[in-house]
């Protein structure tokens, strides 16, 4: 536009055609609008969303709208810029050397001055810092992200770029007008999008090709895995398989640093008195929780990857959250006093930062950890209610009916072992009354403002529009007027035990439960170490699990897949350490049924999380609709991972 300013200055009379929706679309508001004016006042007229195609005697020729325009003139002025020479060599020669380099400005991507400046400030100034110069004399490592563009995926990109040094990013999005609206603003010369679709092998061999760390942060994530549970099991299973493929085809497979975002879902319902959980405790995805069971048969096949830098870190609730899970019927499936130790959604992305850190110790790898914010997240889903909505003077009370709201059958717990990941990556930096306090204070603000206050819905308003939502397909009000029995199990155990819970006038109790740390027993000596066990430990534990296990001695390490047997005689190989450290056991009893009545009667590993909650009378056996193992078990064969 520069140009067109230029030439209109001098008398002549310019038409600007412009490929993109917006013209000067990278300049700040207030220097736009004096733009914009300047331009209508020297009589430049702007033509957005044209391709120029032909540059013909006398006119240019483009498309526009799906017709072909034409566009007389007498001279024709491509401003496009210029493209940076390739410094390759320049760069080869100063890493054989031991010199620092830096590409600054245009020579990196075009873009406004102001970003050349900034960059040749930054640089100047920071040349002469030992870390600085020891990043800059090596190369920048690749870091391929999926999930980009949600909460975690975007707060890990805005935690990366700034560490341009050391870092390159390949950003995995799906290719939509959302998705590329969304990336415009993390433009930057060491971000590459990647456009393609999680579920096609050749799109995620691209991602992976050449990378030194893949951040597996995407996946189908309530609601929509809700409402398309087949889907995500393909999706979220199928992209896990596709990255260990790929990485498994690089030429030094062992180079690449696998870390895949499990959940906390893995493990389950866990209310009191078994709200305390830890990695390695039994995994327990709640009944009709299709996206925990595709998490569970993903982590598994992290864990028998034979990758050798793996990790899965199972997030928790992340805040903030998904607004849109406002309005579907899982807001009766959390019950009241359900807990979750919340993470942040800016500590998040700093743990996965830090994760691609040269730091990090070899002895991180192989393992599943909890990621939270610490114990000043912990939080029961009627806290959680009050705290944001006491501005308006509404509580959880006034909002649902006690017997409508579920049970059980979702998940969440305190984290006895939270500390572990953070004393390793170092990313919790917000101190929980300042982060909540912040929320509060946003919620006060909003309270306060008249025009807000007068358009925010009444409690009474907001209860109606919540048994609305709960009559949709999986909420609780559908599944009693429509005799879903299954469903009824599953957030209430009967209906008879669901006529029994007491309203809130009656005495429901709403508390805080206890934090006082407490621990299941997983089933061997765990003092002597993983790699320490003898055959009798791991016979010992497989016991406790209800089982056997079918070796003569014990593995040579604890990643190689042994023999197992479980109690309905399924026999099944998988790695000490992912039956001990990752709380993972048959994979044939999660195939086609939820039987965990059942499981728990033969099973004293799994009866911890089943039988405080449940007693031995809900035996139930609820049918799946779709199957992950065996769409795990497909999907390996497509991708000859057998």
Request: hydrophobic share 40%.
């Amino acid at each position: 536009m520069e140009v067109a300013e230029y030439l209109a200055e001098r008398g002549c009379k310019v038409t600007d055609l412009e490929m993109m929706k917006e013209y000067c679309a990278d300049m700040g508001m207030a220097r736009k609008a004096c733009v914009m004016e300047s331009i209508a006042l020297a009589g430049i007229e702007a033509v957005t969303e044209v391709t120029v195609t032909a540059i013909k005697e006398g006119k240019v020729v483009g498309q526009k709208d799906g017709a072909e325009v034409e566009y007389p003139c007498d001279y024709a002025v491509m401003a496009i810029g210029s493209r940076a020479r390739c410094g390759k060599e320049i760069e080869e020669g100063a890493r054989a050397i031991g010199a620092g380099y830096m590409v600054i400005g245009d020579a990196a991507m075009a873009r406004r001055a102001l970003n050349a400046v900034r960059e040749a400030f930054d640089a100047a100034l920071t040349f002469d810092d030992p870390q600085v110069h020891a990043d800059v004399t090596k190369p920048q490592k690749i870091v391929a992200v999926t999930g980009v563009t949600g909460t975690m995926g975007q707060e890990t990109l805005k935690q990366l770029l700034p560490r341009g040094n050391r870092f390159k990013i390949r950003a995995f999005a799906r290719p939509s007008e959302v998705n590329r609206e969304k990336m415009k603003k993390f433009a930057a010369p060491n971000l590459e999008v990647v456009w393609g679709d999680l579920g096609n092998y050749e799109d995620i061999k691209k991602l992976v090709d050449g990378a030194d760390y893949v951040l597996h942060i995407g996946a189908m994530v309530s609601p929509a895995a809700d409402k398309y549970p087949e889907k995500t099991l393909y999706t979220n299973i199928g992209s896990t398989l596709s990255i260990i493929k790929a990485i498994k085809e690089q030429p030094d497979p062992d180079k690449v640093h696998f870390v895949y975002v499990g959940t906390v879902a893995e493990t389950g319902t866990r209310t009191y008195p078994i709200h305390w959980g830890r990695v390695g405790d039994p995994i327990n995805p709640s009944i009709f929780d299709y996206y925990a069971l595709s998490k569970v048969f993903s982590e598994l096949a992290v864990y028998e990857s034979g990758l050798k830098h793996w990790v899965s870190i199972r997030q928790t609730g992340q805040y903030p959250s998904n607004e849109s899970a406002g309005e579907e019927p899982i807001i009766f499936h959390q019950p009241p006093n359900c807990v979750l130790e919340w993470s942040t959604s800016i500590e998040s992305g700093i743990c996965m930062a830090n994760v691609c850190e040269d730091w990090v110790p070899e002895s991180f790898w192989r393992k599943a950890y909890n990621l939270s914010s610490g114990e000043g997240y912990r939080l029961t889903a009627w806290e959680q209610t009050d705290m944001l909505m006491e501005p308006f003077g509404i509580t959880l009370k006034d909002l649902y009916d006690a017997n409508m709201i579920a049970q059980y059958n979702f998940h969440g717990h305190y984290f006895s072992d939270g500390k572990d990941l953070d004393d390793i990556l170092h990313f919790r930096c917000i101190p929980a009354d300042e982060y909540w306090g912040g929320v509060v204070d946003e919620m006060r603000r909003m309270a306060a403002n008249p025009m807000i206050r007068a358009m925010f819905p009444t409690a009474e308003q907001m209860k109606e529009h919540n048994i609305e939502i709960g009559h949709k397909e999986g909420g609780t009000y559908w599944a009693l007027e429509n005799n879903k029995e299954d469903w009824i199990k599953a957030f209430f155990g009967s209906r008879e035990k669901r006529d029994a819970i007491k309203s809130w006038d009656e005495g429901y109790e709403l508390f805080h439960p206890s934090e006082e740390v407490t621990y299941l027993d997983h089933g061997y000596d765990e003092e002597k170490g993983l790699e320490n066990l003898d055959i009798e430990d791991l016979k010992k534990a497989a016991a406790f699990r209800g089982g056997e296990c079918l070796e003569e001695k014990a593995p040579a390490d604890i990643y190689t897949p042994i023999k197992w047997k479980c109690a309905d005689g399924h026999e099944f190989m998988m790695s000490v350490n992912a039956v001990l450290q990752g709380g993972h056991w048959c994979p044939e009893c999660l195939a086609h049924e939820w039987q965990y009545g059942n499981i728990a009667k033969v099973n004293p590993f799994y009866a911890q999380v089943w039988t405080p909650l449940h007693g031995d009378d809900e035996d139930y056996v609820i049918p799946m609709e779709f199957s992950g193992y065996d769409i795990a078990n497909e999907l390996k064969k497509k991708l000859n991972l057998q």
